[in-house]
């Protein structure tokens, strides 16, 4: 098990490296240019020396492998001088916005808690929904609830995220009337302390309607993998073995069958992860939440080349991660994946 | 998920094969209804507007904001546009995004798959890049993509005919992955196979081989991956319409209507409706009908 991760890991970071080139190169080519925005006061040779500030003279290679060090050793670094003191700050600078001139790990890591609190939140909810209802599903296939799961996937799966997000807007905020219990914010906000039972109840207010649109997805994808997965594994000899041997209905489903149904179902939980992070730079942009995925949109918007660069490597590094996490837990939990 | 019914085949007549697919799909209602949903919406953006002859671009201001009426039947923006003209022009170029980068991102991935599937050498090169492809952010760089190429493709084809091609190419070039993989397992498979070992026994040459024999017999994944592939597409257009990245304002599509329209939210809810319906149920029919035509393509499902 020890040499099938390590060889995981190991076929990883080449992976990252590629990535990171191709996502540095990308960006590169970018027309904007980050002198652009100030003054036309300034002579041509002092915008020529802000340019050469920001790292922009050096050939194409050096400027990547300088980030790249930047990313993966000064940052983790710094954090590292500012927790404990026998480590000291490295010396480079660190990697600074172009648009607001401040680092942009710190800029990151203050809008990560928003994104995380409220897509990690809808990723769980949609989860513990989705479980009992690929359950059921399968356990009574074709029955009523099976056919009324299979209708609901499926809308989960064609409605796209801005336009269910709207609908919850339209339905939740403008149509209910403003006391009435039901009635939602459509906007999040970020400045709301919670130092008391009453702002914590809006906190959870104003988290139901994103949460909501982005578990309707999570739904949407796990019931219907939990459902296949069931219905591969009730059909198999081992159930006919343990209802002959006289256990009840519910230990043969919710412990020989759940239990082995569960190890495709946890892998692909693992992979979804990554995508919904994806998913939320929507969610994110119309319910007005100021995580990650709103930050990148204004960067792109404003052309902030390192912010997009060092986001985008972030949303690549997760997924090569969780898909390493996926690998490792497969092997796992099912001991015949670990072929060496 | 469906019903297969035993279809009653004449045995004594030799019939095209793909009878028999038809006669399995026609059993999916599901899927009927989809097919047929499609169809109408397809001649809908496309016929209609000959027959609803009123210019989307035109502009009256003195009827802005209109509800339903038998003049307007989806109403009219804050421009005084009629909306049933804008969503059939919208849909024109969202149904053409959808089919146009779905075919890109079809051949791209039967391409790579036949070829790594078929030749060994070049297998292990292209897997590996099959899974970094997988594994790069999708969204982001087709945000990036967007914002790069969007100046100079305007500037060399056209505002709209560049931001279509910008956009049909990014869209193919980031979703043919999972087409590659299931075409180069088919085809790995059938190169097991005896008639594959006759037809090189009598000496074809490997590009006659993959023509004749390997891609008419991958055919079905990739009609599936066709279907599916429009549903992504589709959604894919919109989003990044909706984020303010996709067609420029005055050409629109439907995510760029939804986007639009998000804004007299309070007032004009109605608006909103029309494009993300069009959307939802356009994906959900073409989501139906790849279904069935999963069914109906699977000879272990379809010869009961």
Redesign the interface.
């Known amino acids: 098990m020890l040499t099938y991760t390590i060889r995981r890991l190991l076929t990883a970071i080449p992976?990252l490296i590629?990535?990171s080139l191709?996502?540095f190169l990308?960006?590169d080519?970018?027309?904007g240019d980050p002198t652009a925005q100030l003054p036309l006061t300034i002579p041509p040779e002092v915008r020529e020396q802000i340019r050469q500030s920001l790292g922009l003279g050096e050939p194409v290679h050096i400027r990547y492998l300088l980030w790249l060090k930047q990313m993966v050793w000064s940052e983790p670094v710094y954090y590292l001088s500012q927790s404990v003191d026998w480590v000291s700050a490295p010396d480079e600078a660190r990697l600074i916005s172009w648009q607001t001139r401040a680092p942009v790990m710190d800029t990151i890591l203050e809008r990560l808690p928003q994104t995380l609190m409220v897509v990690g939140l809808a990723y769980v909810v949609g989860v513990l929904i989705a479980l009992p209802i690929g359950i059921i599903s399968a356990y009574k296939q074709y029955s009523v609830f099976d056919q009324a799961g299979?209708f609901v996937s499926?809308?989960g799966?064609?409605?796209?995220p801005?336009?269910s997000g709207?609908?919850m807007?339209?339905l939740f905020t403008?149509?209910m009337p403003n006391d009435s219990f039901w009635w939602f914010p459509s906007i999040y906000d970020t400045t709301l302390v919670i130092d008391s039972w009453e702002a914590f109840g809006k906190q959870v207010r104003q988290m139901v309607l994103p949460v909501m649109v982005l578990a309707l997805q999570t739904t949407a994808q796990i019931s219907r993998f939990m459902r296949a997965s069931m219905l591969d594994n009730l059909n198999q000899d081992y159930v006919r073995t343990a209802r002959a041997k006289g256990m009840t209905e519910s230990v043969v489903v919710l412990k020989h069958v759940l239990r082995n149904s569960m190890i495709p179902v946890v892998t692909v939980i693992a992979l979804g992860i990554?995508a919904i992070f994806?998913?939320a730079?929507?969610t994110e942009?119309?319910f007005k939440v100021n995580g990650i995925g709103q930050l990148?949109?204004v960067s792109?918007?404003a052309?902030d080349v390192p912010m997009?660069q060092t986001?985008?490597f972030i949303?690549?590094i997760?997924?090569?991660f969780f898909?390493l996490i996926a690998d490792i837990l497969y092997g796992i939990l099912d001991p015949r994946i670990r072929y060496d | 998920m469906t019903d297969t019914s035993i279809d009653t085949r004449d045995d004594a007549v030799a019939r095209n094969q793909w009878w028999d697919v038809w006669d399995q799909f026609k059993t999916h209602k599901g899927a009927v209804m989809g097919a047929c949903f499609f169809i109408f919406i397809v001649l809908a953006v496309y016929v209609g507007p000959w027959i609803w002859s009123i210019d989307p671009t035109y502009i009256d201001v003195r009827a802005r904001n209109q509800g339903s009426t038998w003049a307007h039947p989806f109403g009219t923006d804050q421009l005084g546009r009629d909306m049933l003209a804008r969503m059939m022009a919208g849909g024109q170029t969202s149904i053409s995004v959808g089919l146009t980068a779905m075919g890109l991102a079809l051949f791209l991935g039967t391409l790579v798959g036949v070829l790594a599937g078929y030749f060994k050498r070049i297998d292990g090169l292209l897997m590996r890049v099959t899974d970094l492809f997988l594994a790069l952010p999708l969204l982001p760089l087709l945000l990036v993509m967007v914002m790069l190429f969007r100046q100079p493709l305007s500037a060399s084809f056209g505002p709209e005919t560049g931001i279509f091609i910008l956009i049909v190419i990014a869209i193919g070039i980031t979703s043919w992955m999972p087409t590659a993989r299931i075409v180069r397992g088919d085809v790995l498979a059938l190169k097991e196979r005896e008639f594959v070992l006759a037809a090189r026994s009598i000496g074809t040459r490997p590009g006659k081989m993959i023509l004749r024999h390997v891609l008419p017999n991958v055919m079905s994944p990739i009609m599936v991956s066709a279907t599916l592939g429009i549903a992504t597409a589709i959604i894919t257009e919109s989003a990044l319409s909706f984020l303010g990245l996709g067609f420029p304002p005055d050409f629109p599509t439907w995510g760029r209507l939804l986007f639009d329209a998000t804004d007299f939210m309070q007032q004009h809810p109605q608006r909103v409706m029309w494009p993300g319906l069009a959307i939802s149920l356009t994906v959900l029919s073409v989501n139906y009908m790849g279904d069935g035509l999963r069914d109906a393509l699977d000879p272990r499902i379809r010869g009961l």
Do not use: E, R
């Not at chain 1, 799966?157 to 796209?160: A, D, K, R, W």
């Open positions: 992976t590629f990535i191709i996502i990308l960006l080519m970018a027309p299979t499926m809308i799966f064609s409605i796209p801005f336009f709207v609908l807007i339209i403008v149509m990554p994806g998913g730079i929507i942009q119309i990148l949109i792109i918007q052309s997009v986001l985008t949303f690549a997760l997924i090569v898909n």
